[in-house]
């Protein structure tokens, strides 16, 4: 026993400069089942390969060696496709050959601002086809530069940031890992021409909230160095896109996108395997959240019912929109979910109690070995996660990547009657999901460019 781990040991320290060599120069994520490989860390790649012992991790280390001699930039390579089926012609056809990336503005640089930079920017972690370029915020004071700085190195739920963050006041920047980002100060989105800081074609997301429909972030677009825009919340008119269910419905047409909600990326992937295999006649979903920065620490005024009252010393009943938004994701369902919300005091993670009336008598075994599959497959492993830990508690969910994971030992089921309990981390699980989101804009975004220099080297 002690041989075999200590030999998959070392074939998985011969892997770190592999990943690392083919994210740096070929902008290349490695996946495994939708997990993706960082060259960071050899505790977390142990984790991963632990589920897995059927892969050859010899193959592995000569599959990815062999990558590194050929011209494929700017993809996604899955794993199992490589070493099993051999499959590089499919690769290359996926592949952009372009030294070019997207550059990505985050307008706002709170909560999930800082984290999907934490993310865009993490050791180890590639996120093929762009590169933070840009973050504009209001100034608040003098030091405003080393505050940024400083919240984004050290955060009080997810712990100090891996990487060497620095502001560079002189050329009003932050330098995050040896990159450049540049700091804009604006009031408003009419204020910024981005061309003005040498970005252009940029794809900008908009963490604030402040503008939630089409005309209100139409500002955007409307900026000089804008191509597309991704909002960090519930959207109107436009599509509410929940990745590993209905990215795929993204066209070129739509320059604005919603990554819909924390709670609506929690709960849709499980919801949609469910009404797949069984059919969903009716539900309710209730949702025990952490509290959040627009309730009062202190009894004060709010402009919403109860959210006036200390967030930390109330569970602060309220609303959440998230069960009738999974039907822009899942059309079949629309009409039959309802929900509600209780604000509760902790400071991250969530849980989502599904209650299903399905069309179909069920069992909590079919239930958890149906969803514990799924988990493991490379389309829903970013946003299905499984938990079978007796001693299971939300603070354990602090850093999930996925957007909900089901704590499979509280499924409940009478007939067709079926609970589930849903953990998430509602703010790094669903800035993992805004990610893969800006990835496959990047992604088509590129292959649009490519396919039009083809077209003029053509012609």
């Known amino acids: 026993m002690t041989n075999t781990w200590l030999q998959?040991?070392?074939?998985?320290?011969?892997?770190?400069?592999?990943?690392?060599?083919?994210?740096?120069?070929?902008?290349?994520?490695?996946?495994?089942a939708g997990q993706p490989l960082m060259s960071d860390s050899v505790t977390a790649?142990?984790?991963?390969?632990?589920?897995?012992?059927?892969?050859?991790?010899?193959?592995?280390?000569?599959?990815?060696?062999?990558l590194q001699s050929t011209p494929i930039r700017n993809t996604t390579v899955d794993l199992e496709s490589l070493i099993v089926d051999n499959d590089v012609e499919s690769l290359f056809a996926h592949s952009v050959s372009s030294t070019t990336q997207i550059p990505v503005v985050l307008y706002g640089f709170g909560r999930i601002g800082r984290l999907l930079a934490r993310r865009m920017c993490a050791l180890g972690h590639t996120t093929p086809g762009m590169k933070l370029a840009a973050i504009v915020v209001r100034r608040a004071g003098d030091k405003d530069l080393k505050k940024r700085?400083?919240?984004?190195?050290?955060?009080?739920?997810?712990?100090?940031?891996?990487?060497?963050?620095?502001?560079d006041e002189e050329n009003s920047s932050l330098v995050i890992n040896g990159q450049p980002v540049k700091v804009i100060y604006a009031s408003h989105p009419s204020e910024v021409n981005y061309d003005e800081h040498g970005i252009n074609d940029a794809l900008l997301v908009d963490n604030t909230g402040m503008w939630r429909d089409h005309d209100g972030l139409s500002v955007h677009l409307d900026r000089p160095g804008i191509d597309r825009v991704v909002l960090t919340?519930?959207?109107?008119?436009m599509k509410n896109v929940v990745y590993g269910v209905n990215n795929a419905d993204i066209s070129e047409e739509d320059r604005i996108v919603s990554a819909a909600s924390c709670t609506t990326n929690a709960i849709t992937p499980i919801l949609s395997v469910l009404e797949k295999e069984y059919g969903?006649?009716?539900?309710?979903?209730?949702?025990?959240?952490?509290?959040?920065?627009?309730q009062n620490l202190i009894d004060n005024v709010h402009k919403g019912d109860r959210r006036g009252r200390a967030a930390a010393l109330n569970m602060v009943m309220t609303e959440t929109g998230a069960a009738k938004a999974v039907s822009?994701?899942?059309?079949?369902?629309?009409?039959?979910?309802?929900?509600?919300?209780?604000?509760v005091p902790v400071i991250n993670v969530s849980i989502a109690v599904l209650s299903l009336r399905l069309e179909k008598e069920v069992t909590v075994e079919k239930i958890n070995n149906l969803l514990k599959s799924v988990s493991k497959t490379s389309e829903l492993s970013g946003q299905i996660g499984f938990s079978e830990?007796?001693?299971?508690?939300?603070?354990?969910?602090?850093?999930?990547?996925?957007?909900?994971?089901?704590?499979?030992?509280?499924?409940?089921?009478r007939g067709n009657q079926a609970t589930l309990y849903v953990w998430y981390d509602n703010e790094f699980g669903y800035s993992c999901q805004v990610v893969r989101l800006m990835e496959q804009l990047a992604k088509q975004a590129l292959s649009s460019d490519s396919e039009t220099h083809k077209e003029v080297a053509a012609a």
């Open 149 to 167: 700085a400083s919240l984004l190195k050290f955060d009080s739920v997810h712990g100090g940031y891996d990487g060497v963050v620095k502001a």
């Open 8 to 32: 998959t040991l070392s074939h998985v320290e011969s892997l770190i400069p592999v990943l690392g060599k083919l994210g740096r120069e070929q902008e290349v994520k490695v996946e495994l």
């Open 45 to 66: 790649l142990m984790t991963i390969f632990d589920q897995y012992p059927e892969v050859d991790l010899v193959k592995v280390l000569q599959a990815l060696t062999n």
């Open 233 to 237: 919340a519930p959207g109107k008119q």
């Open 328 to 343: 822009k994701a899942i059309p079949s369902l629309e009409g039959k979910l309802s929900g509600s919300a209780i604000r």
């Open 280 to 294: 969903i006649e009716s539900g309710h979903v209730e949702t025990v959240h952490a509290y959040t920065n627009d």
């Open 389 to 413: 830990e007796a001693d299971a508690v939300s603070s354990d969910f602090i850093g999930s990547a996925q957007a909900g994971v089901l704590d499979s030992l509280s499924t409940k089921v």
